[in-house]
């Protein structure tokens, strides 16, 4: 396997626009070392015979039917309160630029 560099650490910091210090750099080159010398030793497990495990605890998820809720008021009613409407729907200033 090819050892990470210190080039390797710097794209990856570009990539994720992040500002790392020399120390930092080769403090995550070792880092990222020792996680793909464990990966290595992970691939080489055998796995023949087993069934993806997706969930170990046995818990399932628990859900409601969901039901209609008549609050006795129309759309139209809603919308007669609102500063603004547009195209039968609540217009509000942009909140992203």
Known sequence: ???????????????????????????????????????????????????????VTGLTNVTRADKEIDYGVTPDELLKNAPAVQAHQFKVKRVIE
């Open 1 to 55: 396997m090819a050892k990470i560099t210190a080039a390797d650490v710097r794209r990856l910091a570009r990539l994720s626009r992040l500002r790392l210090t020399d120390k930092e750099v080769e403090q995550f080159k070792d880092d990222l070392d020792s996680i793909l010398s464990y990966v290595e030793i992970l691939q080489k497990v055998d796995i023949a015979g087993l069934e993806p495990t997706s969930q």
